[in-house]
């Protein structure tokens, strides 16, 4: 495959000035960047081909040899005499090119960056109770805030500014990096261009300390296990007074002995005797409001069997209404039998019949036409 002329690749012509070359360059590498074109084959290939055309046609002696030569300037073993075969190399990571273009573009100099103060994460535990009312809780933790000394500026009262020694006042840096001269933030003055000539002596004009802040929070009614709630501005303080980070409130339910909890479901196992099972009844049971509700428990109520409350559930978070509760009957067969119940329950059994068990006797009646059915 013949390799297509570098200054075609680009768009320019033979006669391109290093401004124009840089610009065209810029233009092409940013629309067939790998991050803008995840998986795109197509677009990586083009991405390297405009690089290394760039590559070649930057550097003033390559481009000479690129002129004279063509692309045999550089192939391997030097045909056309004189080659540079020293491939292509110098990159950076993509990332490290792609920051530096968006560094231009912003405009260089006195350019602050807004350094945002930091997020912080919260994790805070919850009962269904308190999930249920809904609650406003105190809470507690390290934070940076801004220094009242300096009121955030980092300076000592009256002292200025002055020019970054790193970088001359410019806020950048240059580098050679490989063919390319790159130019990054400043990291003595953050890009300012500028630095304090007297620190603050409270925060060494960071502009901020270390605190522990306490704030109340307001769990809205319904919350559920996971969610998770943003408190703007309650972060962190960024340095040299630039705006707090939020913070992150982590919900988590604590269990209850007594209600499991779906979403705005709630269920409730209710244990009840064979005798209230057999002979029907009624059972308080709780809800997570706090009261009672007298469930009527039907003559031959079975195990496992349901009954739904509507709307003793659990609030529909930013809402007015409510779940559903759901309770499960779990008859309890009972143990330590005197000599005396345990008659009682042989005298009973002999008064049984078919019709008071009509699921084993169905049971048995299926087993016994299975087996019949094998031979
Ligand atoms: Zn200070
Ligand atoms: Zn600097």
């Given at each position: 495959m013949s390799k297509r002329d570098y200054y075609d690749v680009l768009g320019?012509?033979?006669?391109?000035d290093s401004s124009s070359l840089k610009s065209a360059y810029r233009k092409l590498a940013m629309q067939f960047h790998p991050d803008k074109n995840p998986g795109d084959k197509n677009a990586e290939k083009n991405f390297k081909e405009v690089s290394e055309a760039y590559e070649v046609l930057s550097n003033d002696e390559k481009r000479q040899a690129y002129d004279t030569y063509g692309h045999d300037a550089f192939a391997q073993g030097g045909a056309g005499g004189?080659?540079?075969?020293?491939?292509?190399?110098g990159f950076g990571s993509f990332s490290d090119i792609f920051e530096d273009f968006f560094g231009d573009m912003g405009g260089r100099?006195?350019?602050?960056?807004?350094?945002r103060g930091q997020d912080l994460k919260y994790e805070i535990d919850i009962d269904i109770r308190e999930a249920y009312t809904g609650i406003k809780k105190e809470i507690s933790f390290d934070t940076l805030i801004r220094c009242d000394g300096c009121s955030g500026s980092?300076?000592?009262?009256g002292s200025g500014l002055k020019d970054c020694g790193a970088c001359g006042g410019s806020g950048r840096t240059r580098a050679s990096q490989g063919f390319f001269t790159v130019e990054r933030t400043c990291s003595a003055c953050g890009g300012a261009g500028q630095v304090i000539t007297d620190p603050c002596s409270s925060c060494n004009g960071e502009g901020r300390r270390r605190k522990n802040r306490k704030i109340e929070v307001n769990i809205p009614a319904g919350v559920e296990d996971g969610s998770r709630i943003r408190l703007s501005g309650e972060g962190a303080v960024g340095p040299n007074g630039s705006s707090p980070g939020d913070l992150y409130l982590f919900v988590s339910m604590l269990d209850h002995p007594i209600f499991d909890r779906d979403g705005i479901q709630i269920y409730c196992n209710v244990p009840i005797s064979v005798v209230e099972a057999s002979l029907g009844g009624e059972v308080d049971v709780p809800t997570v409001s706090g009261g009672k509700v007298k469930v009527k428990i039907p003559a031959g109520s079975q195990n496992g069997d349901q009954f739904k409350l509507n709307g003793k559930g659990m609030p529909t978070i930013r809402s007015t209404s409510f779940g559903d509760m759901v309770i499960t009957i779990n008859v309890e067969i009972p143990k330590n039998l005197s000599d005396n119940q345990k008659r009682l329950l042989k005298e009973f059994n002999e008064e049984l019949s078919q019709k008071n068990n009509p699921e084993s006797t169905g049971f048995f009646t299926k087993v016994k036409d299975f087996w019949d059915g094998l031979t």
């Open positions: 320019v012509t033979k006669d391109v004189g080659g540079f075969s020293d491939g292509f190399s100099g006195n350019q602050r960056r807004e350094q980092g300076s000592e009262k």
